[in-house]
């Protein structure tokens, strides 16, 4: 069991220690960038933002012949928003107060989409980008394994409940061995946790499959809607007013643009009391609500696959749980590092021991 522990790291080891570096990165990559570059993505806080259709005409005016795909305003106060562009022209952070542009970019131009990129496909270029991401999802599963075989090497010897101890005093192998050990224990499950929502999203219909048979119950998800045509303007402020209203407490996550009267307004929405957003579809010229899709409200499977994403980045209770996730995110990489100490350190010393031939 030992040895297939110390293959498997040997296997994975670079790959993992880039995910969790730059995984600990990406943790506060937004507030890091904002400090870099503050022109770029913080805005005045305490000013009103434009109503919706004011923000997109002014938008049209900078940047002309750009479809706008969605507006993301997830963003704490005092940090630009995000328009989602359509036909491959990237990102625009954009003031919502003053409607101005401040930056247009592709997402992996950025400092954080560097390293994100980095951490989902290694920064491999064309079409071997895919095989990267597998390597990448294999990598999250070998951690994932690991974390089942090291339990396993706990579990099976006797004193089990001694070795959940780290010594004060003793040999320097011992102690990392035992802070290796507990520190692993302590930290697998939600290790485990952000390995498979990790894997999710490059294996979404595997991980899908996974969580219904774990939790005995379909991934259930919204239907097509078709909005009727009605003569009249697209009113993205009437819609958002009647999701809102439709959606008590709700505050505001993003909204889509729709092209055509006969498309929905999508419009994405937390309450206090959940992790998951919900889903308010609204017609765009009448305001009326077609369908309000709450994942919570439909079972476990459905609530976990739409919440893997803050679940994988520790999105959710505010600064200390993204703490957390921070100090998480470099435990695989020093579980590597303290690994390999241990196996040439008990080498090293199974040699000094062994007496010379004459």
């Known amino acids: ?5 110390l293959w498997l790291a040997a296997l994975a080891s670079l790959p993992l220690v880039i995910l969790s570096i730059t995984g600990a990165l990406l943790v506060f990559g937004h507030e890091i960038e904002a400090a870099l570059w503050p022109a770029e993505w ?32 997830e963003q704490p106060k005092g940090h630009a928003w995000t328009f989602w562009l359509g036909n ?13 542009v401040l930056k247009h970019y592709q997402q992996n131009d950025t400092l954080y989409g560097f390293v994100r990129a980095l951490h989902r496909w290694l920064l491999v270029p064309g079409d071997a980008r895919s095989w990267a991401r597998h390597l990448v999802s294999v990598t999250a599963l070998i951690l994932i394994i690991q974390i089942i075989v090291g339990t396993w090497m706990w579990a099976l010897p006797p004193k089990r409940m001694k070795r959940l101890t780290i010594p004060r005093r003793g040999s320097t192998h011992l102690i990392v061995q035992r802070a290796h050990s507990v520190t692993a224990l302590v930290t697998g499950a939600i290790l485990a946790l952000i390995a498979f929502t990790g894997i999710s999203f490059n294996w979404h219909d595997t991980a899908e499959a996974v969580v219904s048979s774990v939790t005995f119950g379909p991934v259930r998800k919204p239907g097509d809607i078709s909005a009727q045509a009605i003569a009249g303007q697209r009113d993205i402020d009437r819609a958002v007013a009647a999701a809102l209203d439709a959606v008590p407490d709700a505050k505001l996550k993003s909204v889509n643009v729709p092209k055509l009267n006969t498309q929905p307004v999508n419009i994405r929405v937390g309450t206090p009391d959940a992790l998951n957003v919900t889903l308010v579809r609204v017609h765009p010229v009448s305001g009326d609500v077609f369908d309000i899709h709450h994942a919570a409200h439909h079972n476990t499977a459905t609530a976990f696959m739409q919440m893997a994403y803050k679940l994988h980045v520790g999105d959710f209770w505010g600064l200390p749980v993204r703490i957390l996730w921070l100090l998480l995110a470099l435990a695989p990489a020093a579980y590597v590092i303290s690994g390999f100490w241990l196996y040439a350190n008990r080498t090293g010393l199974r040699r000094r021991r062994q007496p010379r031939k004459p």
């Open 1 to 5: 069991m030992r040895r297939a522990h």
């Open 42 to 73: 913080q805005v005045d806080g305490s000013l009103e933002p434009l109503p919706f259709e004011e923000l997109v005409a002014r938008f049209d005016r900078q940047l002309p012949g750009i479809p706008i795909a969605a507006i993301a305003m």
């Open 88 to 100: 491959g022209q990237g990102v625009a952070n954009v003031d919502p107060a003053t409607g101005a």
